[in-house]
T-cell receptor, first 116, second 112 residues
Framework: AQTVTQSQPEMSVQEAETVTLSCTYD???????LFWYKQPPSRQMILVIR??????QNATENRFSVNFQKAAKSFSLKISDSQLGDAAMYFC?????????????FGEGTQLTVNP | DAGITQSPRHKVTETGTPVTLRCHQT?????MYWYRQDPGHGLRLIHY???????DKGEVSDGYSVSRSKTEDFLLTLESATSSQTSVYFC???????????FGQGTRLTVV
């Protein structure tokens, strides 16, 4: 079974600064997808970014980028120019590329605080 | 965003009573999921469905059952609620294997 670990329960960053959230995972599969989800106080789960394991290039979405290290099984999220609206719980998630119902396995979450 | 509605949004119930949570989607998505969210655990899969009347267990399925008689509805039933089932429950749905999941806004269930 796959596991996802987020070792930072809480992080904080100053507005306009850069912060990196860590995620490691364990799998024996070679083909899979990785995701970062944002959960603001409204509880809504919002997809921030996704990475296909077969792609060497790191995914980028505006101020959000990832550092995907397949051999190390590491998938960190970098938020540049942090904004107050970035404050939220962030979840790292794994999904097999096989036919296991396309289920997501989530990490424990990292609560990000953005200080003005 | 996909139209996914969970009901109720909040519920308080007593230990030992049955509870049913409803997830309704208007996108004709094939796959539907129920997760629970607890502090320190992230979201954990309870049950999922890959079509009408096709369901399977997730990692924390004990004490829960599901039904899917129509594409748009996925029901989660706590057969006899316990305090350990106090949690926030999320429904999600998606069109196919390679598409992204959309989440409902969650149901906060408190078992007293």
């Amino acid at each position: 079974a796959q596991t996802v670990t987020q070792s930072q329960p809480e992080m904080s960053v100053q507005e306009a600064e850069t912060v990196t959230l860590s995620c490691t995972y364990d799998t024996s599969e070679s083909d899979y997808y990785l995701f970062w989800y944002k959960q603001p106080p409204s509880r809504q789960m919002i997809l921030v970014i996704r990475q296909e394991a077969y792609k060497q290039q790191n995914a980028t979405e505006n101020r959000f980028s990832v550092n995907f290290q397949k051999a190390a099984k590491s998938f960190s999220l970098k938020i540049s120019d942090s904004q107050l609206g970035d404050a939220a719980m962030y979840f790292c998630a794994y999904r097999s590329a096989g036919t296991s119902g396309s289920r997501l396995t989530f990490g424990e979450g990292t609560q990000l605080t953005v200080n003005p | 965003d996909a139209g996914i509605t969970q009901s109720p949004r909040h519920k308080v119930t007593e230990t030992g009573t049955p509870v049913t949570l409803r997830c309704h989607q208007t996108e004709n998505h094939r796959y539907m999921y129920w997760y629970r969210q607890d502090p320190g655990h992230g979201l954990r899969l309870i049950h999922y469905s890959y079509g009408v009347k096709d369901t399977d267990k997730g990692e924390v399925s004990d004490g829960y059952s599901v039904s899917r008689s129509k594409t748009e509805d996925f029901l989660l039933t706590l057969e006899s609620a316990t305090s350990s089932q106090t949690s926030v429950y999320f429904c999600a749905s998606k069109t196919g294997e390679w598409t992204e999941a959309f989440f409902g806004q969650g149901t906060r269930l408190t078992v007293v």
